[in-house]
């Protein structure tokens, strides 16, 4: 796969992150990937992301952080 930037920067994927989409039943990296390039990205606190995309099965949201060189995939879920 492609190595996928955001503002520039490498977006890595925690391995808790992976195991949470498997228990989800969110395929990684298809779905994953397609979020982290398509989904539409907000900002909370001081430097977490929030990126989601939404489809006809809900929506599928990643959490990260942003912590400077590198935007980190802590947290994969399903939404409403």
Not at 8 to 13: F, I
Not at 21 to 31: K, L, M, V
Not at 32 to 54: A, D, E, Q
């Amino acid at each position: 796969m492609e190595d996928i930037l955001i503002d520039n920067k490498p977006v890595w994927v925690s391995s808790h992150a992976i195991k949470q989409a498997e228990e989800r039943s969110i395929a990684f990296p298809d779905r994953v990937y397609g979020v982290l390039k398509t989904g539409k990205m907000s900002r909370f606190g001081k430097s977490h992301i929030k990126i989601v995309k939404k489809s006809n099965k809900g929506s599928i949201v990643c959490i990260g952080v942003d912590n400077g060189e590198a935007i980190i995939i802590k947290t994969i879920e399903r939404g409403n």
